[in-house]
């Protein structure tokens, strides 16, 4: 059976911990033409603070649409924008990014919530798995790159769905843990929801 979601919240946040000492906070708004996330996150990572906003739009169909992110560090400051077509298609700043084709998700190495996106759109059942290639935007200088990942949804503790995800190009693998709304509550080495 298809996983199903609560109502999003208004509001949530997430310490960030292990790989960095931080705070995220996002607003959520779920509308006729789809979703919108607006957060940002403050840390320290290897000695270096930084700081990350976003705005994510999201189609129904939970397809990101574009994406502005800004960042600054004591060396710079940064910005870009991705726009994406639904189908796998992305522009970078208005320059087409064939390196991103076949990707539906945007992800933040900054932002927890990302990982909200793929297990929405996907709706996956217990025992499913699938591969969900993500433009992920790096924390420090907002570098856009290929992330390939996997989502693979296992048996449910209570109304909290779990998911075994792996990114073989940091050799991670972890058990994420949702709750009824489909937020991360638990991203191992990275962090814990708070709100």
Same mark, same amino acid.
């Given at each position: 059976? +298809?996983? !199903?979601?609560?109502?999003?919240p208004a509001a949530a946040?997430?310490? @960030?911990?292990?790989?960095?000492?931080?705070?995220?906070?996002?607003f959520l708004e779920t509308?006729?033409? /789809? @979703?919108?996330?607006?957060g940002s996150t403050?840390?320290? =990572?290897?000695? =270096?603070p930084w700081v990350v906003r976003y705005e994510i739009v999201l189609d129904d169909a939970w397809r990101t649409t574009t994406a502005h992110v800004s /960042?600054?560090?004591r060396a710079a400051a940064h910005e870009v924008r991705l726009e994406a077509d639904g189908s796998g298609r992305w522009r970078v700043d208005g320059v %087409?990014?064939? @390196?991103?084709?076949?990707?539906?998700?945007?992800d933040l190495e900054s932002s927890s919530c990302?990982? !909200?996106? +793929?297990? @929405?759109?996907?709706?996956?059942?217990?025992g499913q798995?699938?591969? !969900? +290639? %993500?433009?992920?935007?790096?924390?420090? /200088?907002? =570098?856009v790159e290929r992330l390939e990942q996997r989502y693979a949804r296992i048996e449910d503790d209570g109304t909290r769905q779990r998911f075994d995800y792996t990114a073989p190009v940091f050799d991670y693998e972890g058990r994420l843990v949702y709750d009824a709304a489909g937020l991360v509550l638990d991203y191992p080495g990275i962090a814990v929801r708070v709100l």
């Open positions: 059976m +298809p996983a !199903t979601f609560a109502q999003l946040a997430w310490r @960030h911990q292990d790989a960095r000492d931080g705070f995220e906070a996002v509308g006729d033409a /789809g @979703h919108r996330l607006r403050s840390a320290v =990572e290897d000695g =270096e /960042g600054q560090t %087409a990014a064939p @390196h991103l084709d076949g990707c539906l998700d945007v990302t990982n !909200t996106l +793929p297990i @929405h759109r996907l709706r996956l059942a217990v798995e699938a591969e !969900t +290639p %993500a433009a992920y935007v790096r924390a420090l /200088g907002l =570098e």
